[in-house]
């Protein structure tokens, strides 16, 4: 018989529950910043973080953003999406898909043997759409889940829900998401791995327009948790980013010019098991 040990534990290392990723915040900019992204995410994140804010940000009618992740143990990640916005900028629709990867596994034997060099991953896609209810946003994401282990696979369906408003001014954006209404990652051996949905209320503050913003995201999910973060613009087109939450410090920088934006985000301990790198472009046209 063959041992996988690897493949065996790193469920259990990484998290109580399936694809822990998926509860995450997409893109560079929002990790930096303790991965605070219900309120106020920039450009075609919010498809992924908060579908109620897509119609959130100016300026452009259309966005683009990718992300890869470096983490330890030879695991990587990504992230893509689109979105598009109505000329009255009444409604919003949007793609994404992220994902999980490990290669370079190696198999063995009940006698330790060296066997094939296997893979492991994980993600989901979706496709998000955004209307605008007066002073409110609304938005839903329908998801698509996927994994795969030597073997066997899995897949399950699933939706998000977000909502975003500006009650107070420009200077001060609400959010709330609800993640992962699903019933769960349904496996080719007839197991159910559960996706517990997630439950995070938003606010980022402006405090200097275009220079100095803070931002807090209480979260929900099997207890309490709150995050905590800020950018600065140092000068033009150079952003400085910190953030604090359950996963530890974190901070990054950000490079605009024009339409593009390239960030990058340090975390350095993530879940106990290493540095995690992220680094992300954004366009918006």
Known sequence: MRILLLVMFLPVLLSAYAMPFLKESAGARAESMGGTSAAAPEG?????????????????????????????????????????????????????WAGRYSGGIEERDAL???????????????????????????????????SSLPGTGAKGLGADLG???????????????????????????????????????????????DILEFTCDLEYLGGLSVSFGAEYLIEEGLYFRAG???YGSAFGIGINVQNY?????????????????????????
């Open 44 to 96: 075609a994140d919010a498809v992924f973080c908060n579908p109620g804010a897509m119609l959130l940000f100016s300026g452009w009618k259309n966005a683009v953003s990718c992300s890869y992740v470096r983490l330890d143990y030879d695991r990587s990640g990504g992230y893509v999406a689109a979105l598009e916005r109505s000329e009255d900028l009444s409604t919003a629709i949007g793609v994404f």
């Open 112 to 146: 330790g043997n060296p066997g094939a060099m296997l893979s492991i991953s994980a993600g989901t896609a979706g496709l998000s759409g955004a209307l605008r209810l007066g002073p409110v946003k609304a938005g839903i994401s329908l998801k698509y889940y996927y």
């Open 163 to 209: 909502v975003s408003a500006a009650p107070f001014g420009p200077c001060l954006v609400l959010g709330v998401s609800v993640k992962d209404l699903s019933p769960g990652l349904y496996w080719d051996t007839g197991r159910v791995d559960p996706l517990p949905f997630s439950a995070i209320t938003g606010l980022c503050y402006k405090a200097i327009p």
């Open 244 to 246: 604090l939450s359950k």
């Open 261 to 285: 934006t390239v960030d990058y985000a340090f975390l350095p301990d993530k879940n106990s098991f290493g540095a995690e790198h992220t680094i992300s472009f954004t366009f918006l046209y």
